[in-house]
């Protein structure tokens, strides 16, 4: 399956900039991203990944640089501004609630209301127990707090958080980190559903070769700064691979500077 | 050990199992109901006796209001070192406003309108103070042990300069009902609060079954359920017995008779019931369950205890829910100041001193815990009877009080120990 790439892209992130402490952590960055794609963001530790989808999630303010959805320039002060937008996110670090139960963490910020104006917890255990059951049908601790999940379940939870809440842009920071090879390969499946369904995807993973097969296109980061975005069928792991290591696009000499 | 036992020990936890019972809260009660059987043995009685039952409930009452506030500090990784002085400068505003202000503006002290104005100043008051200290903490970014360690010094002394270090009485009459014994609900009253109170029980029970029916959730058996509403009809009534069976003084009987311009009828007995103070605590801890269990507050503080990141990351305002929390903190020093200063009948500088260390004792005993995100309303409750049943417990044997404050100080510590073994066993953060 091709991307058609001829119209406006879902998110483009021009030029983003940050510094913490006069570190530039990302560097006048630009990549976008097209409805139905999957692009990889490649690096090795420190990059600065995480940091470059944090300004598109709402978690950290860029210095520079400009997001437009669908075209048109957005301002996203907040994770919610984020949320507002669509974009849904899978932090590294999973950022859930260790003391609260899956439920409470999948509709944190979002809960369902009675009428009364009440948290609705049993409704939100029902449709916990939905996405679940789609998800990770072997997963039955719902009344459990989070903290006493395996980092598999945790992982769940997380994602089950993502996907959800109708999704356009997701954003998922090393997504199979913690996963055994049968739930990674249900992440892979579930990533081709979403990808169906025109979902966007920017795709933080170390493994080169999970990129080769998930994603359409690479995006390269060393020390703050974008290598280059490649077509996914136009390399080979090897090339991924050079330009993770020596910083240099395929077919660049290595030894210009 | 022989296989008999060990198969009654099984049945026995499968029983307790489906019942399922907040262990911690069995320990907690169960610590409590020794401590009261053997203060019961050493006095001969007097311990469980209706009057001194009475005298502890409404002595825990401004302790409790506060310590179920300082849950809601304590699970965000916040501290409150200031109840004590905030509780202080609520009441002087509230004594100068009965006692002077008011009376100055021609409205005298005997006016109905006094204790509603002095009640409500006060809890604006205590509400703000409150509020300031939760926007230094959130937006201002000064660390909560620092603002309330700092305020501890000032309000109290705020507070002094006020009143000029006066004592202030006397208080209008209609303020001091909320004290406790001068204020209570009366036999009749009291037993239609208690059945109230027990179909509430009842139908809370019942509400929540039908809600996991409703969603085809496993339920607990039957007789779980009617035990468990059973247990709580008995607890609800049997308080309301204990405190109608506390009589009024003869005395003091006929002078209300004579202040309505009766004449008391020979052998006229009334029993005291429920004091306002304590229906203002059930109902400030009814409330504080709500909010803690029940609404987006409520689970947003118990998100920011767990993890602060991940509550950002969601989208709360994490600053401005240290704001909530700490102007909720300060409205409960300010209902505690009403039920403190009506107690004692008159404002002191020295009100609610050391309060802010019985509060967070209080919390931490009932299982609040300091790293964040755990704690329960009804634990920081419990937790201030304890100590309160400790210290008047060992009031009525005579041991002198620089020894119970070493006990209460020395059970704190293990309280907090047990709980920690208690979590490690568990496997609970
Ligand atoms: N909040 C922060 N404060 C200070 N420095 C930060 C912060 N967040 C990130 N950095 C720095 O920015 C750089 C990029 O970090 P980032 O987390 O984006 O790397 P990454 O590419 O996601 O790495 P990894 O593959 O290890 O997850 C690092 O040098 C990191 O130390
Ligand atoms: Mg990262």
């Known amino acids: 399956m091709t991307i058609d790439r001829s119209g406006t892209p879902l998110v483009e992130m021009r030029n983003m900039s940050i510094s913490f402490g006069g570190i530039n952590a990302v560097d006048d960055v630009s990549v976008d991203l097209y409805p139905g794609e999957v692009v990889g963001l490649l690096g090795h530790n420190g990059a600065g990944k995480s940091t470059l989808i944090k300004m598109l999630s709402g978690a950290y303010k860029p210095s520079g640089g400009q997001i437009f959805v669908d075209g048109n320039p957005v301002q996203i002060h907040s994770p919610r501004d984020a949320r507002e937008l669509n974009i849904e996110t899978i932090y590294q670090t999973l950022a859930l609630a260790d003391n609260l139960d899956a439920a409470s963490n999948l509709f944190l910020g979002r809960e369902l209301i009675s009428p009364l104006g009440f948290v609705d917890d049993a409704a939100m255990e029902a449709e916990t127990r939905k996405i679940m059951g789609r998800l990770n049908p072997n997963f039955r601790k719902f009344a459990a707090p989070v903290s006493a999940l395996s980092g598999g379940q945790r992982q769940s939870v997380a994602i089950a958080r993502a996907v959800y809440f109708n999704a356009r842009i997701l954003i998922m920071d090393e997504p199979t980190a913690a996963l055994g090879p049968h739930e990674t390969q249900m992440v892979a499946e579930l990533i081709q559903q979403l990808k169906a369904e025109g979902i966007g995807i920017f795709l933080i993973d170390h493994d080169v070769h999970a990129v080769m097969e998930l994603c359409d296109r690479a995006s390269v980061m060393k020390n703050g700064k974008l290598v280059g975005t490649v077509d996914i069928p136009d390399v080979t792991d090897d090339d991924l691979l050079s330009m993770i290591i020596l910083g240099k696009k395929p077919g660049e000499d290595a030894n210009a500077d | ?429």
């Open chain 2, 1 to 429: 050990m022989s296989d008999a036992s060990q198969a009654t020990t099984q049945t026995k936890r499968s029983f307790v199992q489906s019942l399922e019972l907040d262990m911690r809260l069995m320990g907690m009660i169960g610590a409590f109901i020794l401590i009261a059987v053997a203060f019961n043995f050493i006095t001969g009685g007097n311990f469980l006796s209706p009057r001194n039952i009475f005298n502890l409930t409404i002595q825990t009452v401004s302790v409790a209001i506060m310590a179920t506030g300082m849950v809601f500090v304590i699970v965000t990784r916040h501290i409150d070192l200031s109840v004590g002085a905030v509780l202080a400068i609520c009441s002087a505003i509230m004594a100068m406003t009965q006692a002077r202000w008011l009376p100055g503006l021609g409205i005298d002290l005997g006016s109905p309108l006094i204790a509603p104005i002095a009640i409500l100043i006060g809890l604006a008051v205590g509400t703000l103070i409150g509020a300031f200290n939760g926007w230094l903490i959130g937006y201002q970014g000064i660390p909560a042990f620092i603002v309330t360690l700092g305020g501890f010094l000032i309000w109290r002394y705020a507070g002094w300069y006020l009143t000029q270090g006066q004592t202030i009485a006397p208080l209008n009459e209609t303020f001091i009902l909320f004290g406790g014994s001068e204020g209570t609900l009366g036999e009749a009253l009291s037993w239609v609060v208690g059945i109230l109170a027990a179909i509430a029980a009842v139908y809370g029970v019942w509400a929540a079954r039908q809600s996991r029916i409703r969603h085809e959730f496993p339920t607990k058996p039957l007789w779980a359920e009617f035990s468990l509403a059973g247990i709580a009809v008995v607890a609800i009534l049997g308080f309301v017995a204990t405190l109608n069976a506390y009589s009024i003084p003869k005395g003091k009987l006929r002078r209300m008779f004579e202040a309505r311009g009766e004449v008391m009828p020979d052998g006229f007995t009334q029993g005291h019931g429920l004091p306002i103070s304590v229906l203002i605590l059930i109902l400030v801890a009814v409330v504080m369950t709500i909010v803690a269990r029940k609404t987006r507050l409520g689970r947003y503080i118990f998100a920011t205890g767990g993890n602060p990141d991940a509550a950002e990351l969601s989208g709360i305002n994490t600053r401005l829910l240290t704001v909530k929390v700490f102007a909720i903190m300060g409205f409960l020093c300010a209902l505690s100041a009403v039920v403190a200063q009506a107690r004692l009948q008159s404002h002191a500088n020295d009100i609610g001193t050391l309060d802010e260390l019985r509060v967070i004792a209080a919390a931490v005993i009932g299982g609040t815990a300091l790293s964040g995100g755990a704690g329960t309303i009804y634990g920081a409750i419990l937790g201030a009877l304890i100590m309160q049943s400790l210290t008047s417990g060992m009031g009525m044997v005579g041991v002198d009080s620089p020894l119970q404050n070493i006990v209460v100080g020395a059970v704190l510590v293990f309280a907090v120990w047990i709980d920690i073994q208690y979590r490690k066993r568990t496997g609970i953060k």
